[in-house]
């Protein structure tokens, strides 16, 4: 099985900054990567697929990069409605797993 | 509007079984593969198991195989999951997901539902 590390584990940010998520295969993933955000009770939501392709809806402040092993998702400007979890998951290979999750909370 | 709506969570006792059924509306459920998704309280996310859009093939991670069964009725538009053997670890709130085309089992999953909770609890 492949498996995703985020880092950090906890990221401490000012709204209207600036926020940079780390994502890390195990094995090459080729460009087989999604981008999650999930807040309190809610289900995850599908931010960027295909390492940076954003789905359907998502604001362009929401940008992801990377192929291979290395991934990032950059948020440029933080607003309020950001501040949620983030995993990212690789679907390059059965299982399609997930990484622990980075929370992104207000500093 | 593409929804999906899980039932049939509750609690279970140890080595019991539960099914969990996923109805779908707002788009062609025969034309897509889809997926099972648990969260443990305060955890991350698991993958447990997922079906192609025509039943034909199924997937399980390692940790269910042999417990858990995952089936559909396109005809009703209806996803499922037959728990059973039920573990303490098996408590979660299961999603069901749409898989995005063109992905089957390795994929990403573009639609959620809300969840259902299952407790395993004597």
């Known amino acids: 099985e492949i498996v995703m590390t985020q880092s950090p584990a906890t990221l401490s940010v000012s709204p209207g900054e600036r926020a940079t998520l780390s994502c890390r295969a195990s094995q090459s993933v080729s460009s087989n990567l999604a981008w999650y955000q999930q807040k309190p009770g809610q289900a995850p939501r599908l931010l960027i697929y295909?390492?940076?392709t954003r789905a359907t809806g998502i604001p362009a402040r929401f940008s992801g990069s990377g192929s291979g092993t290395e991934f990032t998702l950059t948020i440029s400007s933080l607003q309020s409605e950001d501040f949620a979890v983030y995993y990212c998951?690789?679907?390059?290979?059965?299982?399609?797993?997930f990484g622990q999750g980075t929370k992104l909370e207000i500093k | 509007e593409v929804q999906l709506v899980e039932s049939g969570g509750g609690l279970v006792q140890p080595g019991g079984s539960l099914r969990l059924s996923c109805a779908a509306s707002g788009f062609t459920f025969s034309s897509y593969a889809m997926h099972w998704v648990r969260q443990a309280p305060g955890k991350g996310l698991e993958y447990v198991s997922a079906i192609s859009s025509n039943g034909g093939s199924t997937y399980y991670a390692n940790s269910v195989k042999g417990r858990f069964t995952i089936s559909r009725d396109n005809s009703k538009n209806t996803l499922y999951l037959q728990m059973g053997s039920l573990r303490a670890e098996d408590m979660a709130v299961y999603y069901c997901?749409?898989?995005?085309?063109?992905?089957?089992?390795?994929?990403?999953?573009?639609?959620w539902g809300q969840g259902t909770l299952v407790t395993v609890s004597s």
């Open positions: 997901a749409r898989a995005k085309p063109p992905g089957i089992a390795a994929a990403a999953t573009d639609y």
């Open positions: 998951q690789q679907y390059n290979n059965w299982p399609p797993n």
């Open positions: 295909g390492a940076s």
